[in-house]
């Protein structure tokens, strides 16, 4: 995938574009990827336009993936370009045939645009889909438009989403987003206190901007690569052995003994086990995690 964040000169022609903020790459925006996917097929270019900041230095809320997330999902859709198109005062002040006539039809050469139902856009979101497919006919490209998909009697939507991760219903998270809220990093190294005590954790930080599920055990699923394993992650600040503030996610991994310092995975969070709290010592602690493993592993048969 080419990943494009300079505007400078930018010029693309005959494109197939997927519009939006993409914040989780949920099963919703799943459909105008695959639509975009099948237009690639049939010869055009495929781009994933969505917008950096995404309203993040305009006091948004906080955010269900991070950058690195978003780049990692994106990278692995199966689109030719993700271009990360700023997110400014100015830009949000475009009138909406402004954008459709200088970044769709002028940098972007669009032939085909792929959005949702609710999709808006330009100053006050004054454009809607309507507006889009009466510009699409003057411009010559085609629209499609998807209405949202249902998760039983709620839309599936970033908000509901980021709500479901709030209160740690890890199942309806993965539900609506096709996988789990997961955390794509490098493995980074901590206290090593997991080594000392025989139950060694891969550490990765967390970017400040995301939105956390309760901070406590999980039931993980790890991606290296090729590989798919099985483990336990604490999401939190390690209060036993901690006093710091520092949020950080601390993976066992079933069944591995590898050095992994230094590479990039994910940790998908499957269920929630039990909130963080702070042991009396660390024995207490062992006993607790050995206790938190095999529970995990009777939960997913292994």
Known sequence: MKHITDLTALQLNHTAVALGKFDGFHLGHQLL????????????????????????????????????????????????????????????????????????VRQLGVQAVAVGRDFRFGRNR????????????????QVRAFDKLMKGQKEISSSLIRAEIEAGHMETVSACMGQGY??????????????????????????????????GVYASRIRRKEQVLYGISNLGCKPTVSNEQIVGLETYIFDFAEDLYGEWIEVELLHF???????????????????????????VSL
């Open 126 to 141: 004054g454009g809607d889909v309507d507006l889009l497919q009466t510009l699409g006919k003057q411009y010559h490209f």
């Open 33 to 104: 990827l695959g639509q975009v996917r099948k237009w690639q097929e049939e010869g055009l270019t495929g781009v994933i336009v969505t917008f950096v900041p995404a309203g993040r230095e305009l006091g948004a809320s906080k955010h269900i993936d991070g950058l690195r997330e978003k780049k990692h999902k994106a990278e692995e859709s199966g689109i030719d370009i993700l271009l990360e198109y700023p997110f400014t005062r100015e830009f949000a002040a475009m009138e909406p045939e402004v954008f459709v006539r200088e970044v769709l």
């Open 182 to 215: 997961s955390v794509f990093g490098e493995v980074v190294h901590g206290k090593e206190l997991g080594t000392a005590i025989g139950i060694p954790t891969a550490n990765q930080w967390i970017e400040p901007e995301r939105i956390l599920p309760p901070f």
């Open 273 to 299: 086990i039990r909130p963080e709290r702070k042991f009396q010592g660390i024995e207490e602690l062992k006993r607790q995690m050995q206790q938190d493993i095999a529970d995990v592993k009777r939960s």
